[in-house]
């Protein structure tokens, strides 16, 4: 097992959900139309799928980072997914079904954030000059990429609240991921001292989150706590391995001939049993 010196001030939570979709009144004003004069919407409604957390493993957090700049190895709490956007003919309402994850680890490299955070407060403050192309290290997004409750992530329950049923792990397959042996997940053990529950990272459920709402998660408090070097890099570097995997197909062989197979090193010829030593 790995152990992560970070120091998270949020245990992991389990995973349920919980389905709030309460119908927002029509705002009482001029409808919105779009260039062809076409109205774009009459009303609001978002629906939110909760994970729910374990009260057991919530704890008081030990420290809060002063600054409020995102950057690499953030941990932040709450962290909304948008699922869809799509409006209802019948009544004119826009729903929008989402999924707040407890836990999100921000994945995207710290100096492009920190480009993007010294670019638009040159634009906020006005010190940029015209033909500076100050806009040029904007960041639309960052990627994020949820932490799982261990426990729950082996027992296969960790979606289990948003209606999804995933593989649970026990034995070598267990062991396989607390010793980071498989490329889709990343396993974090705290150190003592730091009150959070061993996490999974799942590289696979990946997304992007808009900037200045991740910049005002953190503002509002929300970052559990952020993953030093060099072990946030080491995170990235696995997160890039896993995107950068390539799946070759296996060659299909005469029957009486070997069949070549693929694995990580390359093609290999899958050897024929060994015969029995005959007295």
């Not at 500076?132 to 949820?146: E, N």
Request: positive net charge; contains cysteine.
């Amino acid at each position: 097992m790995s152990e992560t010196p970070t120091n998270p001030d949020q245990a992991k939570p389990p995973v349920g959900r919980t389905d709030a979709g309460p119908s927002a009144p029509a705002p009482e004003r001029k409808p919105e139309v779009d260039l062809t004069g076409k109205p774009v919407r009459r009303g609001f409604r978002a629906q939110m799928r909760f994970i729910e957390r374990d009260p057991e493993s919530v704890s008081r957090r030990d420290v809060s980072p002063a600054a409020t700049r995102i950057t690499q190895g953030d941990i932040l709490r709450d962290v909304s997914f948008v699922e869809d956007v799509f409006e209802r003919e019948a009544d004119g309402i826009v729903h929008v079904p989402s999924i707040v994850f407890p836990s999100v680890i921000v994945l995207t490299q710290a100096c492009d954030l920190e480009q993007d955070e010294a670019a638009r407060l040159r634009t906020k403050m006005g010190t940029g000059h015209v033909g500076d192309h100050q806009h040029d290290k904007w960041m639309l997004s960052a990627l994020v990429a949820p932490l799982y409750n261990a426990e729950h992530f082996f027992a296969g329950t960790h979606l289990k609240g948003v209606g999804l049923d995933m593989l649970g792990r026990k034995g070598s397959a267990r062991q396989r991921v607390e010793h980071n042996m498989e490329l889709r997940y990343h396993w974090i053990e705290f150190p003592k001292g730091v009150q959070i529950v061993p996490s999974v990272v799942d590289f696979k459920h990946y997304f992007s989150a808009n900037i200045e709402y991740l910049r005002a998660a953190v503002t509002a408090d929300r970052r559990a706590w952020t993953v030093p070097p060099p072990w946030r890099e080491a995170i990235s570097q696995r997160f890039a391995a896993f995107l950068t995997r390539v799946g070759l197909p296996e060659v299909g062989m005469p029957e009486k001939e070997p069949r070549l197979v693929f694995n990580y090193l390359g093609f290999n010829k899958k050897r024929k049993p060994a015969k029995k030593a005959t007295k």
